[in-house]
């Protein structure tokens, strides 16, 4: 079955290309390079020793979208492609709500043009609000979102779910991912954040690469163990694999279907530190800095339903996850860029 993955040359969409190319998958790749570089797409057909077909394309071009449904017989879609830079949708609310929500909606168009029922959307975290439990269920509380970029997922799962419920023989997996680290372990792809990283990950491996100078710890005075924010960290390749085993259950099972792509475990912020410390060896001097707006003390998953039903379960641990980070960043300390 060929797959068309939007976004496909960013972080997580490279990782899922390689894991779909190798479980014999066709791979067609748009992307506007917004936030990539085709670099990430030649590594990918090397890790995997096998091609993908890239369209260098927006996925608001109508006339794109259609001449490649026109052409290559596809069975799902991928829809990775969207801004997600929390501060910048703050700053920037109009090119985040063009950008994420008329891309989801041009996609669904023309795919239903094309008769191609079958779309898997990059969802987060993000679309849960704040007065929920812990763990995250599928089940919890969403909307209450803190920024435009939380608003397009959440808006973006319900033009989804509408255009379902409108299409009887549509199937689509929401997969609301917790907090994506780590790179393939061949280090030939990895994050490649454009300027200074928003994320905590990103951020301690360009310390550990000498690129910044020290971590900020964006609060200690959290209701926390440590006092540090508790967050669900989740290796990319795991999230990769969770990709594919929702394409897998999505073909028999029509209709809305949301996961969590989890672990299920939280680590706080010196956790963090200490892990990538114990595990390169590399001291991460860390100052404490204020709470950062819009941040919540703990965040974690219950990946039970993507474990009953997907049959999918987090494989890394955090020591995986720090060291496959910095065996990206220390083999290529500028990204693709070198
Ligand atoms: P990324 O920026 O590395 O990848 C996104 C890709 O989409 C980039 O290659 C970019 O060039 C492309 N793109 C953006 N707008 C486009 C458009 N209009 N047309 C064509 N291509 C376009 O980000 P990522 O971390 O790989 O995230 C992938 C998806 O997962 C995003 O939708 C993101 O919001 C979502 N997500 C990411 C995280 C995370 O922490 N990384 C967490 C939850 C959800
Ligand atoms: C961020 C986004 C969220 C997105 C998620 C996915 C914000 C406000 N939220 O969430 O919308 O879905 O990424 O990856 O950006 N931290 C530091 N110093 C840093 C960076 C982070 O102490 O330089 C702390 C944060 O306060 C937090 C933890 O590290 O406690 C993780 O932060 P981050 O990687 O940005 O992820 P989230 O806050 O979960």
């Known amino acids: 079955m060929n797959v068309l993955v939007t976004g496909g040359a960013g972080f997580i969409g490279s990782h899922t290309c390689v894991e779909l190319l190798e479980k014999g998958y ?54 990775f492609a969207g801004l997600k830079a929390v501060g910048e949708s703050v700053a920037m609310p109009l090119e985040y709500y063009d950008n994420n929500l008329f891309s989801t909606v041009t996609l669904c168009e023309s795919m239903r043009e094309h008769h191609v029922n079958n779309i898997v959307f990059s ?16 089940s919890s509380h969403t909307g209450m979102c803190t920024n435009p970029y939380g608003w397009t997922k959440y808006m ?6 509408d255009t379902a419920k409108a299409n009887p023989d549509w199937s689509i997996a929401l997969l609301r991912y917790f907090n994506p680290i780590g790179a393939h372990p061949s280090g030939l792809i990895g994050e490649d954040p454009r300027g200074i990283p928003n994320n905590l990950m990103p951020y301690i491996s360009q310390v550990a690469v000498g690129r910044l ?3 900020s710890v964006y609060g200690d005075d959290y209701h926390t163990p440590d006092g540090t924010g508790v967050r669900d960290y989740i290796h990319v390749c795991d999230l990769a694999a969770g990709h594919v085993a929702a394409i897998e259950y999505m ?5 809305e279907n949301v996961f969590n792509l989890g672990t299920g475990t939280g680590y706080s912020v010196l956790d963090m530190v200490k892990a990538f410390e114990r595990v390169t060896g590399k001291k991460i001097p860390y100052e404490i800095a204020p709470r950062r707006p819009g941040d919540l003390a703990t965040v974690y998953s219950s990946p039970d339903k993507s474990a009953e039903l997907l049959g999918w379960k987090a494989r890394y641990n955090l020591e995986d996850m720090c060291r496959d980070t910095w065996n990206w960043q220390s083999h290529n300390p500028m990204g693709y860029a070198g």
Do not use: W
């Not at 973006?156 to 779910?161: D, G, H, K, M």
């Not at 073909?251 to 209709?255: F, I, P, R, S, Y």
């Open 213 to 215: 100078d020290h971590l």
């Open 251 to 255: 073909l028999g099972h029509k209709g």
């Open 123 to 138: 969802s987060s975290a993000t679309v849960y609000s704040g007065d929920n439990e812990m763990p995250l269920r599928e």
């Open 156 to 161: 973006s799962e319900q033009i989804l779910r």
């Open 26 to 79: 066709g791979v067609v790749v748009i992307d506007n390079l917004v936030n990539s570089c085709e670099k990430s797409l030649e590594r990918v057909q090397q890790i995997a020793g096998k091609d993908l077909v890239f369209y260098e394309n927006d996925v608001r071009d109508r006339a794109a979208l259609d001449s490649i449904f026109e052409k290559y017989d596809i069975g799902c879609v991928i829809h």
